[in-house]
C-alpha cells in the first residue's frame, strides 16, 4: 500500500448530461440524475501544485474526458454536443479533485488498453502458478483469466505448425 504520484478527479454529471441522455433514441431509458452520478468516472492525473495548476491541465483535457463521458452512454458521436469546451463541461459535470491516491493493491497498476502486458508483468512478477490462482479468487479475475485463455488460443490457431 502506498501513495501513488498522482491525483485523481471524479467526473459526476449535472443535469444537462441527464438531459442529453434522456434526449438519446432509447425509449426504454428511464434514469434519474441520482442514478447517474451513483456510478461515477474517476481519471489520474498528474500531481498539481495549486488549484490554478488543476484548473489549467482540466482545461486542456476537458474536451477528452466530455467526450468519454458521453461514449459510455452512446457510441454515436453525431448525438455528442459539438462545443465540450471548459464552460460548457462545467455546466454538465461537477469535478471532485483528491490530491491524494493511494495504491492499496500489491499488484502493478494495468491499464485496460495494455492487459497483455500486464498479465505478462504480473505472471512475471509472481510467477504463473500464483497470480493464476489470485486471479481465480473473483468472479472480474476468472472473467479476465478466460479473456487471457481465449486470446492465447487465437494466437495459436493462427500460427502454422511447426
Request: hydrophobic share 40%; proline share 6%; aromatic share 8%.
Amino acid at each position: 500500500m502506498g501513495v501513488i504520484n498522482r491525483g485523481a478527479i471524479v467526473i459526476k454529471p449535472r443535469q444537462p448530461f441527464l438531459d442529453w441522455l434522456r434526449a438519446l433514441p432509447d425509449p426504454d431509458l428511464t434514469i434519474t440524475l441520482e442514478q447517474v452520478r451513483e456510478d461515477s468516472s474517476l481519471y489520474l492525473l498528474p500531481d498539481w501544485d495549486s488549484h490554478e495548476g488543476l484548473q489549467r491541465f482540466l482545461t486542456q483535457c476537458c474536451a477528452d474526458i466530455f467526450e468519454q463521458e458521453l461514449a459510455a452512454w452512446s457510441k454515436d458521436a453525431s448525438t455528442f454536443p459539438e462545443n465540450r469546451a471548459w464552460p460548457v463541461f462545467r455546466d454538465w459535470f461537477d469535478v471532485e479533485a483528491h490530491s491524494m491516491v493511494v495504491n492499496l493493491m500489491d499488484g502493478p497498476l494495468i491499464d485496460d488498453e495494455d492487459e497483455d502486458k500486464g498479465a505478462q508483468a504480473e505472471l512475471a512478477a509472481e510467477g504463473w502458478k500464483e497470480a493464476l490462482a489470485r486471479r481465480m479468487q473473483s468472479d472480474s479475475g476468472r472473467a479476465a483469466v478466460l479473456q487471457d485463455a481465449e486470446a492465447v488460443l487465437r494466437e495459436l490457431v493462427g500460427k502454422p505448425r511447426r
